[in-house]
């Protein structure tokens, strides 16, 4: 009877063994290094929902690990980046300055509760601990005691916070662990912007607004204005085109003016068609 076995377990980084055995009987076996399968992060995108100054916004992470298909009990994944201590007045406490660690809590983004495997305690679903004396600044993302990662999916979790006072451009994040496995180990990633993912059809996205920490002023551009009839006398028909840097909220205003005296307004103001979102601010008057 012929015999052929295989099988592969993890010895160090960069490599594994194979054990075989080719025999007519179970006597003979050799064994021999084969490949290696090493814990890396796959893609890892950071985003963001509100981009203008002084709002609250949700910092939205996406993170996929190849070749960890196995438990991953007390791996911790860390977010760095000088940016978080850059933001004003944190929702709950949560990013901005300080000179000790801070339990942040963590949000659902994604179709799966996917925040509600990690625990700062190691019991303590949903949270994280975010570390602003550190140099960079990082979040901690530890995997809860009874929680694994699986290989090959993404994970999806959200902060909340208050955007920066004042306009800024996108930050950059870093994102790395050991696995669990020791510093030989480590991978070190840089988080690609939300528009830079595959498929993306969202308008808001595709502009730049979704780009972590891309914080802009309210306002508006591609304002043109024209008219249908020159003539005196005449019924004629004012189109207003423009864009907003943010999404308008039911019973939110806007103020033409300028108009003469003599103009007569004969019909309410009507909405014949949606744009797309704003690239950049304009200053109005």
Do not use: W
Not at 98 to 127: E, P
Not at 219 to 234: D, E, K, N, Y
Not at 260 to 271: G, N, R
Request: glycine letters at 10%; one cysteine or more.
């Amino acid at each position: 009877m012929y015999i052929y076995l295989s099988a592969y377990y993890r010895l160090g980084p960069n490599q594994c063994t194979g054990l075989e055995a080719d025999s007519q009987s179970p006597i003979s076996a050799r064994v021999s290094v084969t490949h290696g399968l090493v814990p890396l992060f796959g893609d890892v995108f950071v985003g963001q929902t509100n981009p203008i100054v002084g709002e609250v916004n949700t910092l939205k992470f996406s993170i996929k690990i190849v070749y960890l298909l196995a438990a991953m009990q007390g791996t911790s994944i860390f977010i760095k980046t000088d940016d978080l201590t850059k933001v004003d007045n944190p929702v709950g406490g949560q990013l901005g300055t300080g000179t000790s660690d801070v339990t942040i809590n963590l949000v659902k983004t994604g179709s799966l509760d996917d925040h509600l495997i990690f625990c700062a305690d190691g019991t303590t679903t949903g949270t994280a601990t975010y570390s602003p004396q550190n140099s960079p600044a990082q979040i901690e993302l530890k995997l809860c005691n009874s929680a694994s990662m699986d290989g090959g999916r993404p994970y999806e979790i959200g902060i909340v916070f208050t955007n920066p006072s004042t306009p800024r451009s996108s930050g950059t994040f870093k994102v790395s662990s050991d696995f669990g496995k020791g510093a030989s180990y480590t991978d070190e990633v840089t988080a690609a912007a939300a528009s830079a993912a595959t498929g993306v059809t969202d308008a808001f996205v595709l502009a730049g607004l979704g780009d972590a920490l891309n914080i802009l002023n309210a306002g508006f551009a591609g304002l043109s204005l024209t008219q249908s009839v020159p003539f005196t006398a005449s019924a004629n028909v004012l189109t207003l085109q423009f864009r907003t840097s943010k999404e308008m909220k039911a019973m939110e205003k806007f103020t033409l003016s300028g108009f003469s005296e003599k103009a007569t307004i004969v019909s309410d103001l009507t909405f014949v068609s949606v744009g797309t979102v704003v690239t950049e601010t304009a200053a109005v008057d």
